[in-house]
Structures are given as C-alpha cells and as structure tokens.
C-alpha cells in the first residue's frame, strides 16, 4: 500500500523529531559517568599537558571525572583508532593535533579516514614552532639563514623529532617553499635533537618555544623566526618566518573530538564549555606559559581548521616524498 505523499512527509518528519529530542535529553544529562580522553602519545608531553588541562576544568564544570588516558603507538594512529572505533556516545574524546591531519597522508594503509571518522568538537590551543640554529650557524636572521643555505646545499643538517612530526613538516614546508637544501636528521623526540643542536652536531631545528626558551635568552642558540604568521609572547622580539617567505604557517595545534555521529548536542555541549576555559584567566595565563594562544570556535570552525591542514601537510608530504617511520 502506497502512503499519499504529503503523509509520508508528515510521518518522516515525526519520526526525524524523535532522534532530536532524545539527544536533547541526552545533551541535559550528559555526562551521567566519567568520560575518557585518550591522548594517542605518552605522558608527560604536550598533548598530555593540554588534555590534563582541559579534562580537569570539563570534570569541575561537568560534575564528572574527565580521565585521561594515554594510549601511544604508531604516530598517534592508536590513540586515534580506539576512539574511532568507540561508541559515538560522548564517553571517549581524542585529544586531537597537527599529527592527526599529517599522519592522513604520511600513513598509507590507515584502518580509518580521519577526517569522516572523527568529529570535531573544540579547538583548544595553537603553539608555534621557532627556527633555531647553533651560534655557529652565521645567520642572525631568517633572510641570512636562507642565503647561507642556498650557498651551502647540502651541508646543512636539520634536526627534527623524528619523521613526519610537526618539526619535521615545519622545516619541509621551510624547504619547499624557499628552494633550500637541507639534510634531514630524525630524532626519536625533540629533546635528544635540541641536545644534538646545542653540541653543533646538526645545525638548525624547528624547535618549541618553552623548550628552546632557556637557551636562546642566555645565547647558547639562536632564535631567527617563528614558525606561525604572528610573532610569539615568549619571543617578542623575534621576527616570523612569514616575514621573509609570504605564506609560510606551522604550528602545532590541539582540541577535542569525537567519534563520528556522536549527537550533535553534545558535542555542543563540550564545545561551548571548553570555549568558557578558554575566557578564563588562569587557562589563559597557563596556554600563555606553554607558548601558546587559546583556539575558541565552533565545531565547524575545528572542521575547517583540519581539513585545511590536511591538505596543506598533504601536500608537503608528496612534495618531500615523507615516508612513515
């Protein structure tokens, strides 16, 4: 028996407000027990600081327990997989990064499609990368720098935390967009580069700036540029890459997401109460301490901000031919 147009439209749409207003009711009491979020590296670095940071405000404003779980392997893609493979009911978040949108390239036989399978919730914070170099290095600028290079090809060793990973891509989109030819030294981890940089065994890095602090102030390295189009808190005084090479963007980046078809009023929910951390004061002070700047928006604007990246370190990994570790 065939329905009469105009009353199957009319039950569709009953039947599409039930969904609606469950997940309203949903959204209500959301979370009704502890929630996990799963940092995809080890403890103790900047992805784990920043969740800790977030999960402790959600679980004071929420009225549950924000745990974090740290789950390292394969270049985050571990991490990743257990939260895209989880129930989309709001229980488990990823603590998202700039890994996220490169490995979608730099991983050929992914299990998943990050971008399809993860829904943005929040952005949390943006931190540059800065360009340093031994004293020996004879570049006090980024201008000099690329004219040392270019004089150089070759001969130049440039450190990173190992293949793929922000550093890595700071300096190949450095390289791809200034013709400079530097040889490549990964690293597991920045720490051990740093060391590496500080001994003049490479010779520049695309390092942090908390990190890098220390020694740039007492002059044991040198600062010539920062890697994102605005100058750093941290390093007032220090021009940005963008400055000499128009275009230039790196950053690591950091928020929330879910997995797919996770109701849409919750992730509302979470997103308008990390955009409240990120008004407050103290979250503003710490992001600040960290070398970074808050990433308030809406979950569309976290969307956009991956995919655009997705794209950009794409197509830097087919540029430089990047293969995974």
């Known amino acids: 028996m065939k329905l009469p147009r105009r009353k199957f439209l009319h039950l569709t749409v009953g039947a599409a407000a039930l969904p609606a207003v469950s997940g309203v009711a949903k959204a209500q009491t959301y979370p009704t027990r502890?929630?996990?979020?799963?940092?995809?590296?080890?403890?103790?670095?900047?992805?784990?600081?920043?969740?800790?940071?977030?999960?402790?405000?959600?679980?004071?404003?929420?009225?549950?327990?924000?745990?974090?779980?740290?789950?390292?392997?394969?270049?985050?893609?571990?991490?990743?997989e257990a939260v895209v493979r989880a129930p989309a009911d709001g229980y488990t978040l990823l603590l998202v990064s700039a890994s996220n949108a490169i490995n979608a390239t730099l991983y050929e036989k992914l299990t998943f499609n990050?971008?399809?399978?993860?829904?943005?919730?929040?952005?949390?914070?943006?931190?540059?990368?800065v360009l340093l170099v031994n004293p020996s290095v004879p570049a006090n600028t980024?201008?000099?720098?690329?004219?040392?290079?270019?004089?150089?090809?070759?001969?130049?060793?440039?450190?990173?935390?190992?293949?793929?990973?922000?550093?890595?891509?700071?300096g190949e989109l450095f390289k791809m967009m200034t013709g400079v030819d530097l040889v490549h030294v990964p690293y597991r981890?920045?720490?051990?580069?740093?060391?590496?940089?500080?001994?003049?065994?490479?010779?520049?890095?695309?390092?942090?700036?908390?990190?890098s602090n220390a020694y740039t102030r007492t002059g044991k390295l040198r600062a010539l540029a920062i890697t994102t189009?605005?100058?750093?808190?941290?390093?007032?005084?220090?021009?940005?890459?963008?400055?000499?090479?128009?275009?230039y963007e790196a950053s690591q980046w950091y928020g929330i997401g879910a997995a797919k078809n996770t109701p849409t009023e919750i992730i509302d929910r979470l997103n308008k109460e990390i955009n409240a951390s990120l008004r407050d004061p103290?979250?503003?002070?710490?992001?600040?301490?960290?070398?970074?700047?808050?990433?308030?928006?809406?979950?569309?604007?976290?969307?956009?901000?991956?995919?655009d990246e997705t794209e950009k370190w794409g197509k830097v990994v087919k540029f430089a031919g990047i293969k995974a570790e």
């Open 34 to 80: 502890p929630v996990r979020v799963i940092v995809a590296t080890a403890a103790g670095g900047g992805n784990d600081i920043i969740a800790r940071l977030i999960g402790q405000w959600l679980s004071e404003h929420l009225g549950q327990q924000f745990v974090v779980e740290n789950r390292p392997g394969a270049g985050s893609n571990i991490g990743t």
């Open 189 to 211: 981890g920045l720490s051990p580069a740093l060391t590496d940089l500080l001994a003049g065994q490479v010779h520049v890095i695309f390092g942090g700036t908390t990190a």
């Open 229 to 247: 189009t605005e100058r750093s808190e941290l390093l007032p005084d220090v021009p940005t890459v963008a400055d000499v090479v128009p275009g």
């Open 114 to 129: 990050f971008m399809q399978d993860i829904a943005p919730v929040a952005g949390i914070m943006r931190t540059p990368n």
């Open 282 to 307: 103290k979250i503003q002070t710490r992001l600040a301490e960290l070398g970074g700047t808050g990433l308030p928006g809406s979950p569309a604007d976290f969307g956009k901000l991956i995919a």
């Open 142 to 170: 980024a201008l000099e720098f690329i004219a040392h290079a270019k004089a150089n090809p070759g001969k130049i060793n440039m450190g990173s935390g190992g293949n793929g990973t922000p550093s890595h891509m700071s």
